[in-house]
């Protein structure tokens, strides 16, 4: 694929000195093996020095990088330009709903706000071990996908529920929720349970499927929504539990 020029058109955006987004080209010669971060810093480094995106691990590990790519949301690190050869031009836009600080950097506040809503860390089981908490291989299936989970904000900028509710935690702040809630070590069910069970909550879920559409690591925000629904009903029907 040496040798192949490609025209990326970027959407621009400097809040400080623009009235509107617009929209930039560039053509960039492809090398083998080129992802489309690559093409940006090819930009950024020979082209045009103003051209503002996000990354840090380059490894599809850290979630900084996802953003619109030719009509879908993606990792900018992982998707590779030979396929899109097939575009006349590959559109990249910042990630879709979200306040641009420039041009294909967003900010994340309110993501993260929504995250730390959800207590997104293990809170151990008295008496605290000497050193790590056991966890038979069995009890560990439950979390074994959630905690792939990268924080890139894909899902919950690609969920109109999201887009219409501010205050809605989204598909990754539940899907954190979920990991925590069924993680064999975590003493406060019943307080991940209160946190979730509300019209922001689990209950603005209305099963869209976006979140499993844009999720670049595969999860499935959706089902653990559905999963902790589940779990209120029961408590509903059957009582709290008793702190572990
Ligand atoms: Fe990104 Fe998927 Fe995690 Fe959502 S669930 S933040 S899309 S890795
Ligand atoms: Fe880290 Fe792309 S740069 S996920």
Request: include cysteine; charge should be positive.
């Given at each position: 694929m040496a040798d192949v020029d490609i025209t990326l058109k970027v959407q621009r955006f400097d809040p400080s000195a623009d009235t509107e987004p617009y929209w930039q080209k560039y053509t960039v010669k492809t090398q083998p093996g080129m992802t489309v971060l690559d093409a940006l810093f090819e930009v950024l480094n020979h082209q045009d020095g103003t051209l503002a995106f996000r990354f840090c691990c380059r490894a599809g590990v850290c979630g900084s990088c996802a953003m619109m790519i030719a009509g879908k949301v993606r990792l900018a690190c992982e998707t590779q330009v030979a396929t899109l050869l097939d575009k006349r031009e590959i559109a990249i836009s910042p990630l879709p709903h979200q306040k641009v600080v420039k041009d294909l950097a967003v900010d994340y506040d309110l993501f993260f706000s929504r995250l730390k809503s959800v207590k997104p860390y293990l809170v151990g089981k008295e008496p605290y071990p000497e050193k790590e908490y056991i966890q038979m291989p069995k009890e560990r299936v439950p979390i074994n996908e959630p905690i792939d989970c990268i924080m890139c904000g894909s899902c919950t900028s690609s969920c109109t529920m999201a887009w219409l509710?501010?205050?809605?935690?989204?598909?990754?702040?539940?899907?954190?929720?979920?990991?925590?809630?069924?993680d064999t070590r975590d003493s406060i069910p019943d307080e991940?349970?209160?946190?979730?069970?509300?019209?922001?909550?689990?209950?603005?879920?209305?099963?869209?499927?976006?979140?499993?559409?844009?999720?670049?690591?595969?999860?499935?925000?959706?089902?653990?929504?559905?999963?902790?629904?589940?779990?209120?009903?029961?408590?509903?029907?059957?009582?709290r539990k008793r702190k572990a």
């Open positions: 509710d501010p205050g809605y935690l989204g598909p990754a702040a539940l899907l954190k929720s979920y990991r925590f809630l069924v991940r349970l209160d946190l979730i069970e509300s019209e922001s909550g689990v209950y603005r879920c209305h099963t869209q499927f976006n979140c499993v559409e844009s999720c670049p690591k595969k999860l499935n925000p959706t089902e653990a929504i559905q999963r902790q629904k589940i779990k209120l009903i029961k408590r509903k029907l059957f009582g």
